[in-house]
T-cell receptor, first 112, second 115 residues
Framework: QKEVEQDPGPLSVPEGAIVSLNCTYS??????FMWYRQYSRKGPELLMY????GNKEDGRFTAQVDKSSKYISLFIRDSQPSDSATYLC????????????FGSGTRLSIRP | DTEVTQTPKHLVMGMTNKKSLKCEQH?????MYWYKQKAKKPPELMFV???????INESVPSRFSPECPNSSLLNLHLHALQPEDSALYLC??????????????FGEGSRLTVL
């Protein structure tokens, strides 16, 4: 079993829809959770990071962490064609020396 | 724009060539990373430098040789590579201090093609 599971997609939704992207994990030591957006042939761009269970909102993006279920989500409201990219979840333990583990990434396409 | 700068953006090299990838950040971060990313795959960790010392080497072949000349610079020296080493090479940095949240900031990457 992989430490972090993420549906690779592709996921295609119409413009304006609410998008839900998810990751599950097995290691209860993970404490920090991140979402990255990666456009084709570019480096990953940090979108959101969270530490505790609960929700964190930034503009059209909401990150949600449920540590009891070992489940994290990223919601995108009012999706735009420019949101079309691969979304990677990532997580690590508390120690600054612990490795960051990435999900496999979900390819998202927003249809105009 | 990313604050982690990588050069060159594209590199084509033969299997007998020696080349280097360079990475620079001026955010005062003390941990720097090299990742390798193949198409449609997540980044794979290669090396981590913490306070200019190599702290993690993920059993990377010796044809890849990292170097951290100072806290702002990170190099990856390449020699006798194989075609299967063709990939996007990503540099990243983070604060590396106690209480670090683990936010990695990536560069745009260097796309390497080995002929």
């Amino acid at each position: 079993q992989k430490e972090v599971e993420q549906d690779p997609g592709p996921l295609s939704v119409p413009e304006g829809a609410i998008v839900s992207l998810n990751c599950t994990y097995s290691n209860s030591a993970f404490q920090y959770f991140m979402w990255y957006r990666q456009y084709s042939r570019k480096g990953p761009e940090l979108l959101m990071y969270t530490y505790s269970s609960g929700n964190k909102e930034d503009g059209r993006f909401t990150a949600q962490v449920d540590k009891s279920s070992k489940y994290i989500s990223l919601f995108i409201r009012d999706s735009q064609p420019s949101d079309s990219a691969t979304y990677l979840c990532a997580m690590r333990g508390y120690s600054s020396a612990s490795k960051i583990i990435f999900g496999s990434g979900t390819r998202l396409s927003i249809r105009p | 724009d990313t604050e982690v700068t990588q050069t060159p953006k594209h590199l084509v090299m033969g299997m007998t060539n020696k080349k280097s990838l360079k990475c620079e950040q001026h955010m005062g971060h003390r941990a720097m990373y090299w990742y390798k990313q193949k198409a449609k795959k997540p980044p794979e960790l290669m090396f981590v430098y913490s306070y200019e010392k190599l702290s993690i080497n993920e059993s990377v072949p010796s044809r890849f040789s990292p170097e951290c000349p100072n806290s702002s610079l990170l190099n990856l020296h390449l020699h006798a590579l194989q075609p299967e080493d063709s990939a996007l090479y990503l540099c990243a940095s983070t604060t590396g201090s106690r209480g670090n949240t683990g936010e990695l900031f990536f560069g745009e990457g260097s796309r390497l093609t080995v002929l």
